[in-house]
């Protein structure tokens, strides 16, 4: 395996939080919460979304070399879920700084991401399915961050977390 194959599979996933023997998505969301916890404590939202973005245009990369390996999609790339699960705590990163109450934040932004993610509401079912390549596989998990997002946001603001 060349050495640009090696890192592509080290980025997609997630330093290898996504070869857990059992949920490796979950263990990927799981694993990005201290990276999201760091970027929101130092850099609040700036931080959260150039989180985002990067881990969103390194995984099109690492996903792509996976992709020549493997079939579409494969458990073991979180990389994905990195991206998604980082936006979820977008609208709220500078809160995440200061909030006395960001522990639940996260646990509440974590288990709205997995939701999303697993019950895969439209459009995000139509990215899974119909886009079959780097984009599609993460794009549907930028979508699930979007809803768990909002939910988390308007839940927040409802509940004044």
Known sequence: MSIKT???FIIATFFGSGKAPVAPGTFGSLATIPLAFLLAYYW??????SGVIISFVLGL???SI???TS?????????DE??????????LADNLQYDNHSALLYLLGFMLFRVFDIIKPQP????DKKLRNAFGVMF?????????AVLLFVINNWINL
């Open 140 to 148: 549907d998990d930028i979508l699930a961050g979007v809803y768990a």
């Open 44 to 49: 609040g939202t700036y931080g959260i979304v």
């Open 124 to 127: 995000v079912k139509w990215a």
């Open 61 to 63: 990369w690492a996903v």
């Open 66 to 68: 996976v992709l020549k």
């Open 82 to 91: 990195v991206s998604g699960q980082l936006l979820t705590f977008a609208p």
């Open 6 to 8: 090696r890192i592509a």
């Open 71 to 79: 079939k579409h999609d494969p458990s073991f790339v979180v990389i």
